[in-house]
């Protein structure tokens, strides 16, 4: 398949370019989401695309919206691209994109942690806390946590970094309301999310998601969901108390990334063929396990 590095829906208005989503202004309530198939680490994107992973990314977006709809409303319609897009503006974007409805997106990313990992190992290894949550001494790396815990951040513009912030520096940001129903849905959809992902092979260790309210400030889905880019999936055969599990997601690139001496700071290095090759068969697989 050939990569989509940018797209070019010129009769659009391009309104923002993320690390990977590319979105256009369609009306005065909709929008254009494209998922490119650019790929970042480290809060920098990459100079090589990964062929399909747009695509991947959108089919499983769209699939956990559709199983999470009894939790939260989302940003999905009906409208079928082919209903506004013309057959070679199609072909160049294939199924990487979405029509959806517009919203006010909420200043958060909703991170939820179910394992003792990644960053959170970190914190946890220096003051026995994780963004704030004081948990027992003595937890292991990739130990599951007592329960799931909610640790905000801030939504970081392309090249910068996000930052982990308190629960009550986003009360200050959002108002305790907003901030506690963002908490319990993202706490919801995290564990009707893993309870489903088990028994399928797959452990969500921790994942990430983003709110946005309509004009009468009800809360939706929006962006993507729970999928490789946005989530740490584990082999649920291969996870070990004490160590990281190798994973379905672009901890592989970050992986290869630590061996480079590369400072982590943009222009991001070309990536070779084989590494590209082994980080689509990853997400594959994780699509596999989680939606055949």
């Given at each position: 398949?050939?990569?989509?590095?940018?797209?070019?829906?010129?009769?659009?208005?391009?309104?923002?370019?993320?690390?990977?989503?590319?979105?256009?202004?369609?009306?005065?309530?909709?929008?254009?989401?494209?998922?490119?198939?650019?790929?970042?680490?480290?809060?920098?994107?990459?100079?090589?695309?990964?062929?399909?992973?747009?695509?991947?990314?959108?089919?499983?977006?769209?699939?956990?919206?559709?199983?999470?709809?009894?939790?939260?409303?989302?940003?999905?319609?009906?409208?079928?691209?082919?209903?506004?897009?013309?057959?070679?503006?199609?072909?160049?974007?294939?199924?990487?994109?979405?029509?959806?409805?517009?919203?006010?997106?909420?200043?958060?990313?909703?991170?939820?942690?179910?394992?003792?990992?990644?960053?959170?190992?970190?914190?946890?290894?220096?003051?026995?806390?994780?963004?704030?949550?004081?948990?027992?001494?003595?937890?292991?790396?990739?130990?599951?946590?007592?329960?799931?815990?909610?640790?905000?951040?801030?939504?970081?513009?392309?090249?910068?970094?996000?930052?982990?912030?308190?629960?009550?520096?986003?009360?200050?940001?959002?108002?305790?309301?907003?901030?506690?129903?963002?908490?319990?849905?993202?706490?919801?959809?995290?564990?009707?999310?893993?309870?489903?992902?088990?028994?399928?092979?797959?452990?969500?260790?921790?994942?990430?998601?983003?709110?946005?309210?309509?004009?009468?400030?009800?809360?939706?889905?929006?962006?993507?969901?729970?999928?490789?880019?946005?989530?740490?999936?584990?082999?649920?055969?291969?996870?070990?108390v004490g160590s990281n599990p190798p994973s379905f997601d672009k901890q592989y690139i970050r992986d290869y990334l630590e061996s480079?001496?590369?400072?982590?700071?943009?222009?991001?290095?070309?990536?070779?063929?084989?590494?590209?090759?082994?980080?689509?068969?990853?997400?594959?697989?994780?699509?596999?396990?989680?939606?055949?």
């Amino acid at each position: 398949m050939k990569a989509l590095h940018e797209s070019q829906l010129s009769r659009f208005n391009l309104i923002h370019q993320g690390k990977v989503r590319d979105i256009y202004d369609l009306d005065a309530q909709h929008l254009l989401i494209v998922t490119t198939d650019r790929i970042s680490a480290f809060d920098v994107v990459m100079p090589t695309p990964v062929p399909g992973k747009g695509e991947l990314l959108s089919r499983m977006t769209r699939f956990w919206m559709r199983k999470t709809e009894h939790i939260i409303p989302n940003q999905l319609t009906a409208i079928q691209p082919a209903d506004v897009l013309t057959a070679d503006e199609l072909a160049a974007v294939g199924d990487r994109v979405m029509v959806v409805r517009k919203f006010k997106p909420l200043p958060v990313e909703a991170i939820v942690r179910g394992y003792l990992v990644g960053s959170g190992w970190k914190d946890y290894q220096q003051n026995g806390s994780v963004c704030g949550h004081a948990l027992p001494a003595g937890l292991a790396q990739a130990a599951k946590l007592p329960q799931p815990i909610f640790t905000p951040s801030t939504k970081a513009a392309v090249g910068d970094h996000d930052e982990n912030i308190s629960r009550e520096q986003l009360v200050a940001i959002m108002g305790e309301d907003k901030t506690a129903q963002v908490e319990a849905l993202a706490l919801a959809i995290y564990q009707f999310a893993a309870d489903y992902a088990l028994p399928r092979g797959i452990i969500i260790a921790d994942t990430k998601f983003e709110f946005g309210e309509d004009e009468n400030g009800v809360i939706h889905l929006i962006d993507e969901v729970l999928t490789p880019d946005s989530s740490r999936f584990w082999p649920a055969d291969q996870y070990q108390v004490g160590s990281n599990p190798p994973s379905f997601d672009k901890q592989y690139i970050r992986d290869y990334l630590e061996s480079l001496d590369w400072e982590k700071k943009a222009p991001g290095p070309v990536l070779p063929e084989d590494v590209v090759a082994n980080t689509l068969a990853k997400y594959q697989e994780a699509e596999r396990l989680l939606t055949a």
